[in-house]
């Protein structure tokens, strides 16, 4: 069956910076588009980042461009997620999701942002 395991949350300053993983298995890595989306308390889901597997083709939230960075390995059946100058407002649970809106996704990620 489908997984996916996020790790590499916690609570760290504003400024700080934090790397997130997701692990995958279950179905087929290479061409598709794997998304990295978030929800703040209170909020519903926002979609961060994307990439593209096979080509490593990005997108990013204007919220985030410039300060996060999508990868992936295709040998490990992997996406991360590279947070710097993270700020209060990245508070959210953090989810790795084979669609943008976040319908399959993984059990999610705690960040905290807070001084």
């Known amino acids: 069956q489908v997984q996916l395991v996020e790790s590499g949350g916690g609570l760290v300053q504003p400024g700080e910076s934090l790397r997130l993983s997701c692990v995958t298995s279950?179905?087929?890595?290479?061409?598709?588009?794997m998304y990295w989306v978030r929800q703040a308390p209170g909020k519903g889901l926002e979609r961060v980042s994307s990439?593209?597997?096979?080509?490593?083709?990005?997108s990013y939230a204007d919220s985030v461009r410039g300060r996060f960075t999508i990868s992936r390995d295709n040998a490990k059946n992997a996406v991360y997620l590279q947070m710097n100058s993270l700020k209060s407002e990245d508070t959210a649970v953090y989810y790795c999701?084979?669609?943008?809106?976040?319908?399959?996704r993984g059990q999610g990620t705690q960040v905290t942002v807070s001084s």
């Open positions: 999701a084979l669609d943008p809106l976040g319908d399959s």
């Open positions: 990439i593209y597997t096979s080509t490593g083709s990005t």
């Open positions: 279950g179905f087929t890595f290479s061409h598709r588009w």
